[in-house]
């Protein structure tokens, strides 16, 4: 149950993101690239409820909100990097998997 808190696609994204410092929604929406504002928020509220994430209003008209690695957070940082760095290492052996995979089943 735990791991699955941590190791969906968009909460490894936001934890990646936030590691270089604190993101104001939209800014952090842009880094991540194709995630949807409501799935952001819903990721974004999740790892604050687990612990991952301070959310923050900031002092402002309108009012802003800013997210930051909470401690907890932090330490999650080396392992997700870790693994985004293996992802982008063997990218090219999985996608010649995938491509022979995809070749046995077509000979089929």
Partial sequence: EMLSLIAD?????IIRALGNGPRRFNALRRE???ISQ???ASTLRNLE???FVIRTVLPATPPQVEYALSALGTDLQCPVNALAEWTIR???RIEAARAAFAGKLAAQ
Wanted: aromatic content about 6%; glycine content about 12%; charged content about 30%.
């Fill in 9 to 13: 696609k968009w909460s490894l994204l």
């Fill in 90 to 92: 063997n990218s090219a």
């Fill in 32 to 34: 991540i690239g194709d």
């Fill in 49 to 51: 409820r687990d612990g």
């Fill in 38 to 40: 409501k799935m952001l």
